[in-house]
């Protein structure tokens, strides 16, 4: 065998380890906590984790004393405020330009749109208006203090205009109650959209996953 075979049979066996290894660490690492010693509130705020499985978003009171998102995310902008503008939870998601503005649904994913939200792709908020939270969302509950250090990280992932509010992408809805803002960071394997879950929680001193880039480990800690 040559010796360019030979490495290209080596490159092909890395190659195709990478998926394995990826997994294993995403196992290990989300089974492990960060904050280990950090404990559920008796009282305070509650904060849900609502997930399709793959894509985990936080749901929060539509405003608070440490966060009123309706000044940040003006329910103005939704195709139907007069029906959502008094909805009192708010669901926010970071993720993928490409996935999120392009793939609503599974049918409309492609290799090509998945190679573009795995290069390095910009990113989004996914802001919702809810009457209600999630039936099935999981629940934790941060005292004032954390509930306040989750609020600045997720106001710090939205890209700001000149007068420090979050910039609006208009025309961009799935439905009537929701908009899109451009957002800080990008989407890669290791940041993904639950990792930036796992990332709120962990600003707040919340027991979580040491590594979350799916969406189940982020369920583990709840109530530890």
Not at 14 to 19: E, F, G, K, N, V
Not at 125 to 137: R, T
């Amino acid at each position: 065998m040559t010796p360019f075979l030979r490495a290209l049979g080596r490159g092909a066996a890395i190659a195709a380890a990478l998926p394995a290894c990826y997994l294993l660490a995403a196992l290990i690492l989300g089974l492990l906590p960060a904050n280990r010693d950090a404990r559920p509130a008796a009282a305070g705020v509650p904060v849900y984790l609502d997930s399709n499985g793959v894509h985990t978003s936080l749901v929060l009171p539509a405003q608070t004393a440490a966060a009123d998102w309706k000044a940040q995310f003006p329910p103005e902008r939704l195709r139907r405020s007069d029906r959502f503008g008094g909805a009192p939870y708010v669901a926010i998601g970071w993720g993928s330009r490409a996935f999120y503005l392009e793939t609503r649904n599974w049918s409309d994913l492609t290799p090509g749109k998945t190679l573009a939200a795995l290069a390095y792709d910009r990113s989004v908020l996914h802001v919702e208006y809810l009457w209600q939270a999630p039936a099935n969302a999981g629940l934790l509950l941060l005292a004032p203090d954390q509930y306040a250090r989750l609020a600045d990280f997720v106001r710090r992932s939205a890209a700001t205009d000149a007068a420090g509010l979050p910039r609006w992408l208009p025309g961009r809805h799935y439905d009537d109650n929701d908009a899109f803002y451009q957002a800080m960071g990008r989407y890669t394997p290791i940041q993904t959209c639950n990792q930036w879950v796992r990332d709120a929680l962990d600003a707040a001193g919340a027991r979580t996953a040491l590594w979350a880039p799916f969406s189940q480990p982020l369920f583990w800690h709840i109530g530890h």
